[in-house]
């Protein structure tokens, strides 16, 4: 998505929260929005919009950064509403926020890549990792 477009939508009201994938790629921007809303996700990298997938790794797609993509999060039942505005834009659902307390990430081939709890993300983050399995 293009700034421009983003601004659209959020002006519009149809996005929740918004994180760019510039610094830390994808796998940053899913964690800081998990750590926000304190709240899991739940995704599958099979899903990006990637022209050359069967040549990107799962630790690519998810660490690569870029300024021009923005990971969105919309109320379910606003989806069909972006869906049709963002027809000329490549785009996907990539996944769900969900009720639990863990980012899981699924890989290209299905399997879980990344899988932990929200509390262990924000030791992380801050800094404060105690070495603890998370």
């Known amino acids: ?8 939508l959020i002006s ?3 996005i929740y929260a918004c ?3 510039s610094e830390g790629g ?4 899913l964690a800081e929005m998990s750590l926000a809303g304190e709240l899991g996700l739940e995704v599958e990298l099979g899903k990006l919009p990637v022209a050359t997938m069967t ?3 799962d630790s690519w797609l998810l660490f690569s950064e870029s300024l021009g993509r923005y990971l969105v999060e919309v109320a379910p039942a606003d989806a069909p509403r972006l869906e ?6 490549p785009h996907a659902c990539i996944g769900l926020v969900t009720e639990g ?3 899981v990430v699924h890989g290209l081939a299905g399997e879980r890549v990344i ?6 993300l924000r030791r992380a983050f801050r800094g404060h990792l105690t070495g603890e399995a998370a």
Do not use: F, S, W, Y
């Open 19 to 21: 994180h760019d994938c």
């Open 55 to 57: 040549q990107r790794a």
């Open 1 to 8: 998505l293009t700034a421009q477009k983003v601004h659209q």
């Open 12 to 14: 519009r009201g149809l």
């Open 101 to 103: 307390n863990r980012m």
């Open 26 to 29: 994808l796998a940053l921007a």
């Open 115 to 120: 899988e932990l709890p929200v509390a262990a």
């Open 84 to 89: 049709a505005l963002l027809a000329d834009t």
